[in-house]
Each structure stands twice: as structure tokens, then as C-alpha cells.
């Protein structure tokens, strides 16, 4: 079975720091990962997405992940973090439907970023 | 881009009332909609999926006699909770997917809260 498993639930970073969340999956075939960030009381942005091209995904904001199928993981970095980054983050599976032809997406469970001055 | 549009964002009902969510696509055509609810501080459960002109698939869990569902055109599902009580109060999102692209647009999601 496909999940993915966000391994803090809280990241706490200084402005103009590196950003590091992290995420580890598990998928019986090749699977297609994303980011998604959420604001507070609002719906959902995609980061950036992998679905089996480069390796190196890069998204907007100055996000990205890298896949790294050794590891099984789908770490998501941004080189210096800004105040307006604070929000929660979910690293998302795709999961296909063969029945149905579609995919649906299961969430890890997510992690909070905060960024402080 | 593509858009999708909830309504209402927010809603606060009665205990025993009914509450319909809409979920729309602004300028693209959806065969399929998803479903999700949050709970304070946790992530999205998918409820269901929603494709239009049949019936909706639910998660197991799900009840869907208490959770209706219906997509009856390419840029519209809604969600109607049946008969509210405090325990549904929560948050709604819905996706829509670009028919024949793998690409997920999200609402910005309905608070509903159930007195």
C-alpha cells in the first residue's frame, strides 16, 4: 500500500535559514510525490511534484525535493526561509485507481513551519 | 490557471440540519472531484470521490447516507452533510481534476460548524 510519513510534525526555523521537511514514502511501484502548503484557514497550494522525470523537482518560492529512491524519501529544502513561509506542509502520494482510471492523492499528516525574525 | 470555488467558506447550522457544500470549477471541466475533510491541526482525510453522471465511491468509514454526494455536471459536486451534529463540524476541501490531466486544483475549503 502507498503512504507517506512526515517525520516532524513541527519545524522551527530562523529568517534567512535553510529549511529542511522531511518525508519518507512508501509505494509498491514508482510513485508520483508531491508538496503541498496550506495557510491558515485556506485550501491548498502545489509546491512542486515528481513523477519520474529529474530527480531534482523544483517548485515555486525557491522550494525543492529531492527523490531519492535508496532512501525512500522525498525530503522538501528552500535555502533561506522567509517570514511568509510559516504555514503547514504535506508531502502527498498519488495512488492509481486502476478501476476507476484516476489517481487519488493520500496526505502524510503534515508538518507546521514556523519562521522567526 | 484553473480555479475551483467553494461555497460557502464558512457556515454555521443547527444540530439536526442539513448543510450543502458546493464545489465548482471555474474554467475547466472536471470528469472527477475528490472530497476531503481536516480536522483541527490534522491532515486531509479523503472522504470520497466524486465522478459525474455515477455515483460517488466513498472511504471506508465514511458513511454515505450521512455524507451525500452529487456531481451531476462537469464543473459542479456538492457535498450535503444530512442531519449535523456537532461531531461534523470541520473542515471541507474539495479537488478537482483537469478531465485528462493528472492535475489536482484544490478549493480554499468550507468551515462548517455545527451547533
Known amino acids: 500500500a502507498q503512504s507517506v510519513t512526515q517525520l516532524d510534525s513541527h519545524v522551527s526555523v530562523s529568517e534567512g535559514t535553510p529549511v529542511l521537511l522531511r518525508c519518507n514514502y512508501s509505494?509498491?511501484?514508482?510513485?508520483?510525490l508531491f508538496w503541498y502548503v496550506q495557510h491558515p484557514n485556506k485550501g491548498l497550494q502545489l509546491l512542486l511534484k515528481?513523477?519520474?522525470?529529474?530527480?531534482l523537482v523544483k517548485g515555486i518560492n525557491g522550494f525543492e525535493a529531492e527523490f531519492k529512491k535508496s532512501e525512500t524519501s522525498f525530503h522538501l529544502t528552500k535555502p533561506s526561509a522567509h517570514m511568509s513561509d510559516a504555514a503547514e506542509y504535506f508531502c502527498?502520494?498519488?495512488?492509481?485507481?486502476?478501476?476507476?482510471?484516476?489517481?487519488?492523492?493520500?496526505f502524510g499528516a503534515g508538518t507546521r513551519l514556523a519562521v522567526h525574525p | 490557471g484553473a480555479v475551483v470555488s467553494q461555497h460557502p467558506s464558512w457556515v454555521i447550522c443547527k444540530s439536526g440540519t442539513s448543510v450543502k457544500i458546493e464545489c465548482r470549477s471555474l474554467?475547466?471541466?472536471?470528469?472527477?472531484m475528490f472530497w476531503y475533510r481536516q480536522f483541527p491541526k490534522q491532515s486531509l482525510m479523503l472522504m470520497a470521490t466524486?465522478?459525474?453522471?455515477?455515483?460517488?465511491?466513498?472511504e471506508q468509514g465514511v458513511e454515505k447516507d450521512k455524507f451525500l454526494i452529487n456531481h451531476a455536471s462537469l464543473t459542479l459536486s456538492t457535498l450535503t452533510v444530512t442531519s449535523a451534529h456537532p461531531e461534523d463540524s470541520s473542515f471541507y476541501i474539495c479537488?478537482?481534476?483537469?478531465?485528462?490531466?493528472?492535475?489536482?486544483?484544490f478549493g480554499a475549503g468550507s468551515r462548517l460548524t455545527v451547533l
Open positions: 479537488s478537482a481534476r483537469l478531465t485528462g490531466a493528472n492535475v489536482l486544483t
Open positions: 509505494s509498491s511501484y514508482s510513485p508520483s
Open positions: 515528481y513523477t519520474s522525470a529529474a530527480t
Open positions: 502527498v502520494v498519488s495512488v492509481i485507481m486502476f478501476s476507476g482510471g484516476y489517481n487519488k492523492l493520500i
Open positions: 474554467d475547466f471541466q472536471a470528469t472527477t
Open positions: 466524486s465522478n459525474e453522471g455515477s455515483k460517488a465511491t466513498y
